[in-house]
DNA sequence: CGGGATCCTGTAAGCGCTTGCATAATATTC
DNA sequence: GAATATTATGCAAGCGCTTACAGGATCCCG
């Protein structure tokens, strides 16, 4: 591989000069760079970004840590990150963790490591192994923890009300009507199902409906769970008259799994979703859901990171977003028997 | 930020035996290597990996280069190229490029760089500014080319015979009955598209139905150009019984649409998808699809790939997968009037 | 024409790490 | 107990780059 030394050989000047053509042209005479820039051009010269990079002590780039990248919910946010981050010249890695803990820890490690300036954490563990016992909060890369935020280190976060979202998710069923509200929620142990949990308890109680813990079915976010859960909540009699999932990807399999029972959507069972992706509005029927800010939780993300970037402490914040109700064909009045 | 200096400083060593600590541990007398990782564990020292790598020519990173991560097609591939990857010690981070050329460029140049030690290309434009005047070729940087590939300076590809496929599926509808079969393509430049829409050509050639440039609509993978294009193929008379869809996506564009105009799927008109994604049992009605063997196209970029980090030559060679027709409940003869 | 400003270029240090080599200390062998 | 093998450690070079610094040209001005 050509290196900077060789370049410099062929084109008969220093190294010093090379690296100049390519950062500060304006600093050398219009010879040596006409010069130098034809070598480069022929040789294909590009130069090792882990030496500037070394040198200069910056990457340019941020990792964005995700547990499952496929996710519908998870387009719109890449997409405004990403595109915030290339306005200031930064470019956007994305991590697939699968939800391991290895590979959160493996992609968190690249800003300790410095192959990165600083990360975007979209899963709920605290992703390094740090002897808390020393206060080594201050050695902390930049980074922004976003949608599965509790409460870590003074490290900034984006979160939306997941306890209010619910619980007006579940208001808006039970002003409906519905008395039996199903619910098939995601992980059991992030803190957004919990939360989610937290306000549909509340909705249901101040609402005077008897909770039922049966009618809580946690799993993952996977379809094949949604579908099975919502064949065991439409196995139940009394049998719920709707359907709360705590993501639209969870719905289409609640769907999914109606269709085949032929229960109609919504006039025997209502379906509403929770997120916001942009497959609702082509679901059959059109998804009812608890839209989630997709693009401001993105820009949040790179507005919190940014300055982090630039050598600013770290702010201990907590940036809350506003979620919107959308309605749409899958949720109806309750039915009358 | 600590340095190795400053960990051997403290522990009273010698850099070189810090680094032999973290690495090859068994070269060090025990008493050291006590004081070395205690005072390593209390300071919470890291190396620094653009050092490392810059050392060793080495990052153990690939980059994976997507036009669109979020399409559901890329899951499966992701998740496979990623065990194989980590399996062998690798990374992968993943780059969206939202089908801009210029990011494709961005994260290409990442292997030149020496950023990431490979790539793996799923866009169809060859990513580099390299002048073919001169024989450059030999300075490509470990890569596939997986998907979308065509001939391209003796890179090995990876790809499924979409000619075939598409026929495939096309004389499927046909043997159905279907005689007006529409199609919704993707993007209408890239390769693939291409190949699809020439198998599609070939089986309304030899059905001998006649071939009818209308049916055609190309646009991109989305599913609101699927939908607007299938209200389109629906206002034509006569009417198209069958849509052929080049995307599982865009299949659930076209339910979406038959949905809203109340036509029948698929005792009306019968929808076959392209891709094979995890929705597909879960849509309504259960969708037709022409699958793609995606586990095992993550699984050869990998193989192809892993060599050439290892420093062996590209060997020029295009590994062609077996494509599978999934019938599902989308698709039915054509209806008779 | 001398002195200062301006422009250009090379020298060399250093970013943080790893490892070949040399040396020193210790163990092993006959 | 001398010769040899083994083990442990430090020294220093070098991965490829950037930039502060200094020195040599060139120019401008009175």
Chains 1, 2 share one sequence.
Do not use: W
């Not at 900077?4 to 010879?31: F, G, N, Q, Y």
């Not at 022929?42 to 002590?57: C, D, E, H, I, K």
């Not at 992980?187 to 509340?202: D, M």
């Not at 201990?316 to 039915?335: F, G, K, M, W, Y």
Request: aromatic share 6%.
């Amino acid at each position: 591989m050509l290196s900077i030394k060789e370049i410099a050989k062929l084109a008969d000047v220093c190294p010093a000069t090379v690296s100049r053509v390519l950062r500060h042209p304006h600093l050398v005479s219009e010879e040596k760079r006409d010069r130098v820039n034809s070598i480069v051009k022929q040789t294909g010269y590009v130069p090792n970004n882990l030496a500037v990079n070394l040198r200069n002590t910056k990457t340019y780039k941020i990792m964005a840590i995700i547990p499952e990248v496929i996710r519908a919910y998870n387009n719109v946010i890449i997409r405004s990150m990403q595109d915030i981050a290339i306005e200031h010249g930064y470019s956007v890695l994305l991590g697939d963790t699968q939800s391991l803990q290895s590979r959160e820890k493996a992609f968190a490690d690249m800003a300790r490591t410095r192959e990165v300036d600083g990360i975007v954490l979209f899963c709920s563990r605290f992703p390094f192994d740090i002897d808390h016992t020393v206060d080594l909060a201050t050695q902390l890369p930049p980074m922004v923890h976003a949608c599965e935020s509790t409460d870590m280190l003074g490290i900034p976060k984006v979160n939306i009300d997941n306890v209010a979202a619910a619980r007006e998710g579940t208001e808006y069923l039970a002003s409906l009507g519905h008395k039996l509200i199903g619910v098939v929620a995601g992980h059991s142990l992030t803190p957004s199902t919990e939360s989610r949990l937290a306000g549909y308890r509340q909705a249901i109680d101040s609402a005077n409906i008897n909770y039922n813990p049966n009618l809580i079915s946690t799993g993952n976010y996977d379809l094949n769970m949604a579908e099975e859960a919502t064949q065991y909540l439409m196995s139940l009699r009394p049998r719920p008259t709707a359907i709360f999932a705590f993501s639209d990807e969870m719905a289409i399999g609640c769907l999914s799994a109606l269709h085949k029972l032929k229960i109609k959507i919504p006039e025997e069972v209502s379906v509403l979703g929770f997120d916001g992706i942009s497959y609702g509005p082509f679901l059959n029927p059109a998804l009812s859901t608890v839209a989630q800010p997709l693009q401001q939780i993105g820009q949040a993300c790179m507005q919190l990171l940014l300055p982090q970037l630039n050598g600013e402490p770290m702010q201990d914040c907590n940036r809350v977003l506003p979620h919107e109700l959308v309605i749409r064909q899958s949720t109806a009045p309750a039915p009358v028997y």
